[in-house]
């Protein structure tokens, strides 16, 4: 069984507004930038070569929720494509995912 999840409100997550990148950019902005080009890609093109490398599990840590109203969300291989799991299970591996 797994242990009780543990989730951390918005108040509490660490503030990196004031975090620097090596090529000086703000932190906040390289997220905003790599959000908006997942969201504008949709996981497409990335999807389908994890999935013709029989990769199982594709998951997308997202702490602003941008892309939806949870800070993790866990895609499981089946057949060639990808759908929604609703644990952070993967039992085939006797693994478990957490924030």
């Known amino acids: 069984a797994m242990s009780e999840k ?4 918005p108040h509490e997550y660490p503030d990196t507004t004031n ?6 950019t ?11 080009r997942l969201l504008t890609n949709e996981l497409g093109s ?16 997202d702490p602003l929720k941008k892309l939806s109203q949870t800070a993790l969300q866990i895609f ?3 057949g060639s ?14 693994l478990g995912l957490t924030l």
């Not at 543990?6 to 409100?9: G, I, M, N, R, Y």
């Not at 703000?26 to 908006?36: A, H, M, N, V």
């Not at 990335?46 to 840590?61: E, G």
């Open 6 to 9: 543990l989730t951390l409100p």
């Open 19 to 24: 975090m620097i990148l090596e090529d000086d």
């Open 26 to 36: 703000p932190l906040d902005s390289f997220i905003d930038e790599k959000q908006q």
């Open 46 to 61: 990335k999807l389908i070569d994890y999935a013709k490398l029989s990769v199982p599990y594709y998951i997308v840590y």
């Open 76 to 78: 499981q291989l089946y």
């Open 81 to 94: 494509s990808y759908i929604p799991k609703n644990d952070a299970w993967f039992a085939d591996i006797n």
